[in-house]
């Protein structure tokens, strides 16, 4: 008898600085969300996964953060672990643990993101190493990298990466729990502030504290309980770390490999998806994934952006909740549960009509790593 | 007044002989022994047969612009902006980041030309590029 995975409840915290919490507090916090969201109790829960965000993982090392995690929320777990892939986290460990409920090594895992960068990190760092020699900082110079490379392989410009940013500040603006809730204009965006052109501010992803938390399960499991099951259809994740040397670094994302078998694994193609949950650190990255995911064709996603398809009331509705870029940084899973409720069609003035069927991606590093999720609805379980 | 500085090459075993040939005015990158691919950074092994078996060669120090970004907020003070970090591509083949100098930040372009120019940094000899038929010299 085979089993299937579900996503049975969610949960976060607000994001923004949030003064006087540090990063355990706001995962407790989401943890008790979700596990309340489901109709669940602690004791239900046999497995914890987690995906520590970059002040607490990638920047202080690799810790051993589902240990203190587990250790706060008082559980024996019999499924556990950490995953350190920057953005392509918290969807890896979401899929991680379908793949261990399905096995039988747990019945319902947690899966926690959380971080406090605002309220609790360090001075800001400067980067180290050789190529910090020649001014090399921060994710936002390496993705610069590639929307010159985008905008001059395929005449992409400013104003199609500023409708990216656009969208989601509209999308924001629906959503209660947005971090940053007021709309802008192209007026707005070309004004700017330039940080590493061709990119601006207002091309960059926002800094949070918060934390966010997702309770996987079984369909059996999950039949009884608050809300309904969300299936997991399809997974899969490729990564490219060979960097720089690799030739179509930068050009294109591991999405074009790890998309089409997530979307194999669940028996659709992108022109089935009703919403996507792109992972959009940077507006530049929204556009090579609708490519790569084949949304749209390769090098036109400038002029599919156009127009407001991506915004409230397009026929591709990407990141109904704002996003990176708007919501919060969640590092991922505010994305997994944004599709939850887009496809238990709780999503309030911003609900996607009819959603069916949603994609979720993370994408992290150096542009080094992706993991794509499949999730259906409940007419799927 | 103590002024900041800059951020230096922090080598490693794998990466000292690259800065130490830099000191000697040559960049230099690894050839396999058994496959014949050249590559950058310094490795264990050849990243496409894992041979480790490997020497090193100069680079004619021609090459071109792959991608390039324009830092136009100062991010570390011993860095004032604006500069121009690019991904160079050799014309052997190995990429590595460097800077573009030589020319004012709205010249740069994908594909432009470029040329090896060594400019000190603290201890080290930094390979950075300027536009083919800027001759001017480095102290
Ligand atoms: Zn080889």
């Known amino acids: 008898m085979s089993r299937h995975a579900v996503i049975a409840g969610v949960g976060h915290t607000e994001f923004g600085k949030l003064a006087g919490r540090t990063a355990w507090h706001l995962e407790a916090e989401a943890a008790a969300a979700a596990v309340s969201d489901a109709g669940l109790q602690p004791a239900d829960v046999d497995g914890l996964l987690t995906d520590p965000g970059p002040s607490q993982g990638i920047l202080q090392g690799i810790t051993p953060h589902f240990l203190r995690l587990g250790a706060q929320l008082g559980l024996d777990p019999d499924y556990t672990g950490s995953e350190i892939l920057g953005g392509a986290g918290s969807v890896a460990i979401v899929a991680r643990a379908a793949l261990a409920v399905e096995a039988g090594l747990c019945d319902v895992c947690l899966c926690v993101y959380g971080d406090s960068p605002l309220s609790n990190a ?188 991506i915004g409230p009331g397009g026929s591709l509705p990407v990141n109904p909740s704002g996003g990176l870029l708007a919501e919060g940084y969640g590092g991922g899973m505010l994305h997994v549960i944004e599709a939850v409720r887009q496809l238990r069609h709780e999503a309030g003035e911003r609900q996607v009509k009819g959603a069916q069927s949603a994609l979720v991606s993370g994408h992290g590093l150096g542009m080094n790593t992706h993991a794509t999720l499949v999730l259906g609805s409940h007419a799927h379980v | 007044m103590s002024e900041v500085q800059p951020p230096v090459p922090e080598p490693d075993a794998l990466s000292a002989p690259f800065w130490e040939a830099c000191r000697n005015g040559a960049l230099e990158f690894s050839a396999c022994d058994d496959c014949g691919h050249y590559f950058l950074p310094a490795g264990p092994c050849c990243p496409d047969c894992w041979s480790p078996c490997m020497s090193s060669r100069a680079a004619s120090g021609r090459g071109h612009v792959f991608s390039f970004a324009v830092y136009r907020r100062t991010y570390h003070p011993g860095m004032p902006a604006p500069y121009v970090v690019a991904l160079i591509e050799l014309e052997e083949g190995p990429r590595l980041i460097s800077n573009v100098v030589g020319c004012a930040p709205e010249e740069v372009a994908i594909d432009m030309p470029v040329q090896l120019r060594f400019e000190p940094a603290g201890d080290f000899m930094l390979p950075r590029f300027a536009p083919v038929g800027d001759e001017k010299e480095t102290s």
């Open chain 1, 122 to 309: 360090g001075s800001f760092e400067y980067g180290r190493g050789d190529e910090a020699a020649f001014g090399f900082f921060g994710a936002v110079g390496l993705h610069a990298l590639a929307a010159q490379r985008h905008m001059h392989r395929h005449g992409t410009r400013a104003e199609q990466l500023g409708e990216v940013a656009i969208a989601a500040r509209a999308h924001g603006a629906r959503t209660p729990h947005a971090q940053k809730r007021q709309p802008i204009s192209m007026q707005d965006y070309l004004a700017s502030d330039s940080l590493v052109e061709p990119l601006r501010k207002l091309d960059c992803c926002l800094v949070s504290d918060g934390a966010a938390a997702v309770l996987v399960t079984t369909r059996e499991r999950a039949a009884d309980l608050r809300a309904p099951a969300i299936p997991i259809l399809g997974h899969a994740q490729a990564h490219s770390l060979s960097t720089y040397t690799s030739p179509n670094h930068f050009d294109t994302l591991p999405a074009a490999r790890c998309g089409p078998k997530a979307l194999g694994h669940a028996g659709l193609s992108a022109s089935d998806i009703d919403v996507a949950l792109l992972y959009d650190c940077f507006t530049i990255v929204v556009l090579l994934q609708l490519e790569d995911y084949g949304f749209c064709k390769k090098g036109e996603s400038g002029p599919f952006v156009e127009g407001g398809r």
